[in-house]
């Protein structure tokens, strides 16, 4: 019988801290991927849009750091780790945010921690560095991690690994992209048998084969998969935004313009706005 590892409770008590600074409370599916993470577990987590997925897989390998650096006082002496934490996004223009969200979330809690991202548009020497001298924290696509495996020394920058994480899992569920991943993920785990994989989701149907699929074969000396969901009853209201004038409209392509005020005035009255366009560029969230 496994025994049941739980973070110390002072490790809790500060990332409850860095939650009540902003007026947050872990939500329970957050607290069961940590103690799931601290169990050695991989596992899925599937929650609605906003609802702190990544909060829930990133402070996981923070609060083992801590738990096993409990005195806050000798951080600012401690060398940042190494490579421990690969998250995989299969959409490049995310990257730059999540980078920056685990940054904050890493600094914000006193930790010697360093983040960066590597994708097709990283300078090269940037990319040089980070094969000489990774990040604690990398941000991928599966395409980089690809190449990041076909060098020579990839066992050796990988040696310290000790979690991926697969962001927006159902982007990449059985596409050509998928199986590159998968493909990535099963080297990954040929070096590192104990590693810990984690998948995030907002949109699946079919959990126990994405589950199954992500995580690949569970060796017995490891605790099974978990399947974890983040559950938030919410009460839909949709208001619909339309000019106040409708005799004349202007030709295509300009029609958000007279909406722009309406739209801003939203956007200032609420707390958290998300803003999807029908182009990828634009794209971009609120958060006050």
């Given amino acids: 019988m496994r ?15 860095f939650y009540a600074v902003r007026g947050w409370t872990p939500f329970p599916f957050q607290r069961a991927t940590w103690e799931a993470y601290a169990q050695g577990a991989s596992g899925l987590i599937h ?5 702190g997925k990544s909060y829930a897989a990133w402070l996981g390998p923070l609060m083992a750091w801590i738990d096993e650096h409990p005195d806050p006082a000798t951080w600012a002496k401690l060398p940042a780790p190494p490579l421990t934490v690969l998250w995989i996004t299969p959409l490049r223009a995310l990257a730059t945010d999540t980078t920056a969200t685990l940054q904050a979330a890493g600094a914000e809690l006193g930790l010697p921690w360093t983040v960066e991202k590597r994708t097709g548009d990283t300078a090269s020497s940037a990319k040089t560095r980070q094969r000489q001298k990774p990040p604690s924290a990398l941000v991928t696509t599966p395409e980089s991690l690809s190449l990041l495996l076909s060098y020579a020394e990839s066992e050796a920058l990988f040696r310290h690994l000790q979690c991926v994480v697969v962001d927006e899992w159902h982007e990449l569920l059985g596409s050509k992209r998928g199986v590159q991943t998968e493909l990535g993920l099963a080297r990954l785990r040929q070096w590192r048998p104990a590693l810990r994989v984690w998948g995030l989701s907002a949109t699946l149907g079919n959990l126990d084969e994405a589950l199954a699929v992500l995580v690949g ?22 208001d619909t935004l339309i000019p106040a004038t409708m005799e004349r409209f202007p030709w295509a392509g ?10 801003v005035e939203a956007v200032q ?7 999807f366009t029908n182009v990828r560029r634009p794209s971009f969230g609120f958060r006050r």
């Fill in 269 to 275: 009255r609420a707390r958290t706005t998300l803003i």
């Fill in 47 to 51: 929650a609605p849009t906003g609802m």
């Fill in 217 to 238: 074969v569970t060796r017995t000396d490891q605790p099974p998969p978990r399947l974890i969901a983040g559950e938030a009853p919410k009460v839909l209201r949709i």
């Fill in 254 to 263: 300009h029609l958000g313009t007279r909406l722009l005020a309406p739209v």
């Fill in 3 to 17: 025994p049941v590892v739980s973070h110390h409770v002072k490790t809790v008590e500060r990332v409850d801290a």
